[in-house]
């Protein structure tokens, strides 16, 4: 994984001066514990990295002529059919159109009889290798930096403070966990990744 800020950004949200290395070690810490909380609230990685990711040949990942991937995808440098064929670029497109990351790889069926397909087994038949990731690089946008910074500094300030504080009101005690800051949230919020599959009808089709 990338870490999505830098120990010097920390430090100087901190107010720490850049010589007093006393707690370096915790806040890299922090910084690399906020970096993945970020990836498993957002359910994506602000980063590009290559490799050979496998899909069913069935529903929900196939719908039609569309294979459903479950990470943001930026390019494919070899598309591989559940039946052992390589698909040429020229026979596909990505959704959505215009824009990265991509969410799902298209087949043009109309001048051809091309469909996803496989051989004995249908489980893990597709594979896609490539880029994957919401951005190129390992610089993240600049609100993903400054929530791991956010995150990074909030979580060094309550090192030594509870995880939970309770209150006693007249019907008993009440515990509440410590709440991540309300603006690390807002600044995720626009980021999170919708999954995106295809919808049964029993009564009709996919589609």
């Not at 970020?38 to 569309?66: C, G, H, V």
């Not at 070899?78 to 824009?99: D, Q």
């Amino acid at each position: 994984m990338v870490n999505y800020c830098t120990l010097a950004q920390v430090k100087l949200a901190l107010k720490i001066d850049t010589g007093d290395t006393e707690n370096d070690e915790l806040l890299n810490e922090f910084i690399e514990e906020s970096s993945l909380q970020i990836d498993n609230e957002t359910a994506r990685q602000f980063y590009a990295s290559y490799e050979t990711r496998r899909f069913d040949a069935a529903y929900p990942t196939i719908d039609a002529n569309m294979l459903f991937v479950d990470k943001d995808l930026l390019g494919i440098t070899t598309l591989t059919n559940g039946n052992g064929t390589a698909i040429a670029p020229s026979a596909y497109v990505f959704e959505p159109a215009n824009y990265t990351p991509y969410y799902a790889v298209t087949l043009l069926t109309g001048a051809t009889s091309l469909t996803w397909q496989y051989n004995n087994d249908w489980q893990q038949a597709i594979s896609v290798e490539g880029t994957w990731g919401y951005n190129l690089g390992t610089t993240p946008p600049i609100p993903i930096r400054r929530a791991c910074i956010r995150r990074a500094t909030w979580r060094f300030k309550q090192r030594d403070a509870p995880f939970e504080t309770s209150s006693f009101p007249e019907i008993g005690a009440v515990v509440t966990p410590t709440a991540i800051p309300e603006d690390v949230i807002t600044l995720l919020a626009p980021f999170k990744r919708i999954v995106t599959t295809a919808i049964y009808d029993k009564n009709r089709s996919w589609w």
